[in-house]
């Protein structure tokens, strides 16, 4: 089992910028792939970004590139998403979660429990 716990999270204005974080315990975090998914009401979960076990290969949804970085510690069993240039439409629950290279849900095995960005126009 991996844990996952998000934070930084928070209410901004559009343009500003947040970073978020996802601490791991439990087995080993370096073996997963990470993503960042989120959710807005009413909506599915949507894939956001993913970076590979070794934290070199990245992957972006065409929404958040070029304003969005996904990295990863694995020294310190953690992962980052600093969100630049948030927009309203960027207001989610967002969720880091571990497993296997992909942009599907299913593809990831451990979720966190989810941390709010709430963007004000």
């Not at 209410?11 to 990470?34: E, K, P």
């Not at 510690?73 to 998403?81: E, H, P, Q, R, V």
């Amino acid at each position: 089992q991996v844990q996952l716990v998000e934070s930084g999270g928070g209410l901004v204005q559009a343009g500003g910028s947040l970073r978020l974080s996802c601490a791991a315990s439990g087995r080993t975090f370096s073996n997963y792939d990470m993503g960042w998914f989120r959710q807005a009401p009413g909506k599915e979960r949507q894939f956001v970004a993913a970076v590979g076990w070794s934290g070199t290969r990245t992957l972006y949804a065409d929404s958040v590139k070029g304003r969005f970085t996904i990295s990863r510690d694995n020294s310190k069993n953690t992962g980052n998403l600093q969100m630049n240039s948030l927009k309203p439409e960027d207001t989610a629950v967002y969720y880091c979660a571990a497993g296997h290279w992909g942009m599907r849900p299913n593809d990831y095995d451990y979720w966190g429990q989810g941390t709010q960005v709430t963007v004000s126009s």
